[in-house]
């Protein structure tokens, strides 16, 4: 048998080892509704012309040991996400159940920003040093999307989990 053959029959073993696992564990152990749900709400909060950022920095994870979160319980997580030259700073507390955003975009221009959470859509506007405070969050899932900035960009962080 050439090398080439046993990868081909490698890799379709793995395949068919890989469903083989999945339906157990959809049979034994299905994924709860209200998990399902969540996932799929948070795709539909996606926009399509909005550049999708990249995780720079998690202060839960930076300077951790592997699978172990950092910081202690209410303690204030940092987040940074970029999308080309554009920088998104967070700072996401929770107190009693709700959130509290504090952020920066690197860019200082006022321009709208939408905040999608588990009740709905929270808007507003950076001002004109690219700032924004948002109070009074429901504890969960969020997206934030900055933009359309006067020249046109437009960014979206993937969902964020706080906590």
């Known amino acids: 048998m050439t090398d080439e053959e046993e990868t081909a029959m490698s890799g379709a073993s ?3 080892l890989g469903d083989a696992v999945g339906r157990v564990y959809t049979a034994v152990d299905p994924p709860p509704v209200p998990l399902l749900r969540a996932a799929s709400g948070i795709l539909a909060w996606r926009r399509p012309d909005a550049a999708l950022a990249t995780l720079l920095l998690d202060s839960a994870v930076a ?5 172990v979160r950092a910081g202690g319980s209410g303690a204030p997580r940092l987040l940074s996400y970029g999308s080309g030259d554009t920088v998104l700073d967070l700072e ?4 009693e159940g709700t959130l509290h955003l ?3 975009v690197s860019r200082p221009v006022a321009a709208p920003l939408e905040i999608r959470h588990r009740d709905g859509t929270w808007s507003g506007t ?8 948002a109070a009074g969050l429901p504890a ?6 900055w933009g359309p900035a006067p020249d046109g960009t437009t ?3 993937p969902a964020i ?3």
């Open 126 to 133: 950076t001002d004109a040093l690219g700032r924004f405070t």
């Open 140 to 145: 969960g899932p969020l997206r934030v999307t």
């Open 155 to 157: 960014l979206s962080t």
């Open 102 to 104: 504090i952020g920066q």
């Open 14 to 16: 793995d395949d068919a």
């Open 63 to 67: 300077g951790a040991a592997p699978g």
């Open 92 to 95: 996401v507390s929770e107190d």
């Open 161 to 163: 989990m706080p906590g």
